[in-house]
């Protein structure tokens, strides 16, 4: 498990340095299957994607998480290997079902040029993968509590 979130960090890491510029029914005799449902609500979005974002987003700086409104905002990351570029990214979690339309990433990129960081573009496949990441790892989880 610990290689895997290694793994995924760095693949977030990579992406980001190679593009800086990702319910249940009543009764008391439910099935395993619904507890593990996709709409999982106690925090106010799906908890799934929630621990997914956090996850896949462990490695850069956190300005704010809120896990009602779903929003995590992370603070500028800049990549040792390329240290003129930075990124910040904001995650919004838009629905309380595990759904690929329930998440939006978006990304700014700032770039260094003569001691200023200037505003640059962020190309949209960063945005993509890293969505697709955070989705595939929530997948993973719920996954795992179903079989778990």
């Not at 099935?31 to 987003?57: C, F, H």
């Not at 910040?88 to 979690?93: C, D, G, H, Q």
């Amino acid at each position: 498990m610990r290689k895997d979130k290694i793994a995924s960090n760095i693949i977030i890491a990579a992406a980001l340095s190679t593009f800086i510029m990702l319910g249940g029914c009543g009764g008391s005799n439910r099935p395993r299957a619904d507890i593990a449902a996709s709409k999982i609500t106690t925090i106010g979005v799906n908890s799934y994607m929630w621990q997914a974002s956090l996850e896949a987003l462990s490695f850069m700086p956190l300005l704010q998480a809120d896990s009602n409104g779903g929003v995590i905002i992370t603070d500028w990351y800049v990549n040792p290997q390329t240290p003129t570029d930075r990124v910040k990214l904001t995650v919004t979690i838009l629905d309380q079902d595990l759904r690929a339309d329930g998440l939006r990433v978006a990304a700014s990129r700032q770039v260094a040029k003569e001691g200023q960081w200037i505003d640059a573009p962020v190309k949209a496949a960063t945005v993509q993968k890293l969505e697709s990441i955070i989705l595939t790892k929530a997948r993973d989880l719920r996954r795992s509590a179903i079989d778990g």
